[in-house]
Nanobody, 117 residues
Framework: QVQLVESGGGLVLPGGSLRLSCAASGFTLSDYTMRWYRQAPGKERELVAVIRSSGTTNYADSVQGRFTISRDNAKNMVDLRMNSLKPEDTAVYYC???????????WGQGTQVTVSS
């Protein structure tokens, strides 16, 4: 059974840091591009960060320099380290796995991140 389970969300002060984790099971993580999305209330889901099987990464302009995505294929884990958090980073964060080769994509259930004083 394929599963993506996010953890690490919570309430943090502006300027603070959080680390989100995505635990994958039921598929071979190394075959997939892994992505973090977020969705704020009343807004569309937006792509935050991408890490490919090769290890190359991309980030949304809004988080460039503050967020870092990483993967550990041996542990079936993908992390998103978030620094210098801003109130506008408040959203539900989702982990996504994508393989164009096998035509599959999977989503986690999301974890809430709230940045507020």
């Amino acid at each position: 059974q394929v599963q993506l389970v996010e953890s690490g969300g919570g309430l943090v002060l502006p300027g603070g840091s959080l680390r989100l984790s995505c635990a994958a099971s039921g598929f071979t993580l190394s075959d997939y591009t892994m992505r973090w999305y977020r969705q704020a209330p009343g807004k569309e889901r937006e792509l935050v960060a991408v890490i490919r099987s090769s290890g190359t990464t991309n980030y949304a302009d809004s988080v460039q320099g503050r967020f870092t995505i990483s993967r550990d294929n041996a542990k079936n884990m993908v992390d998103l380290r978030m620094n210098s958090l801003k109130p506008e980073d408040t959203a539900v964060y989702y982990c996504n796995a994508l393989s164009l080769r096998v035509g599959a994509t999977y989503w986690g259930q999301g974890t809430q991140v709230t940045v507020s004083s």
